[in-house]
């Protein structure tokens, strides 16, 4: 998220100014004291647009599922070939992670040590979401390609989000030194080959 002028409304100001918080302090705790230092108001006046910290985190977790949702929703739109649809997809999550440090704390749980357990729930949910819209995308291959996966839908699905949460989790981890897309061209030439085949040859 991008440092606005100004006039942005307090309550956008307000999840700017955490993203950048969550960005520069790998590991640590956001207190509400310090939020408020940052935007420059008073707890009081935080909590005149947030009822808590969980609505804020929550705040931030609707920009990243907009944002990534609608994307997707463009990419399949604009991309017919089942391998371009699942390197786009993926690619978009990992260049998202890349270029909002701060977010992806929430992405991988790490900024929601002692948060209610309703934001790591919603986590889950959009990472399964992001799943399932893989599954559909391979069953669909057999349908518009003749082609199919190598391994089951359900498990090439879990594979293809597996490496994208491995290589979003080692960002956090490495505080924020080993990006989300490095060697990712590569990789994904290689996972590519092979990952579908046409049905009517054995596998």
């Known amino acids: ?16 100014c955490l993203a950048r918080m969550l960005e520069a302090s790998p590991g640590e705790r956001i207190t509400t004291a310090a939020l408020a230092k940052e935007v420059g108001v008073s707890e009081a006046a935080l909590y005149r647009h947030f009822p808590s910290k969980s609505k804020m985190f929550e705040g931030l977790i609707e920009f990243i599922e907009e944002t990534i949702f609608s994307r997707i929703t463009l990419i399949l739109a604009d991309e017919k070939s089942t391998l371009k649809r699942c ?13 909002n440090p701060g977010l992806t704390r929430l992405l991988t749980g790490d900024a929601l040590t002692g948060e ?5 729930t919603r986590i889950e949910q959009f990472f399964d979401r992001i799943e399932t819209q893989l599954k559909q995308i391979l069953r669909e291959a057999e349908l518009r390609e003749g082609m199919h996966p190598q391994l089951p839908v359900a498990a090439a699905a879990n594979l293809l989000i597996a490496l994208v949460d491995g290589r979003i989790a080692e960002f956090v981890r490495t505080g924020f030194r080993r990006r989300p897309t490095d060697y ?10 092979g990952f579908l ?7």
């Open 1 to 16: 998220m991008t440092k606005t002028p100004s006039k942005t409304p307090r309550r956008q100001q307000i999840l700017e």
């Open 87 to 99: 390197e786009k997809i993926l690619s978009l999550l990992l260049t998202f992670a890349e270029r």
């Open 116 to 120: 209610t357990e309703r934001l790591r």
């Open 184 to 193: 990712w061209q590569e990789q994904w030439q290689l996972i590519a080959q």
């Open 197 to 203: 085949v046409n049905r009517d040859l054995p596998t």
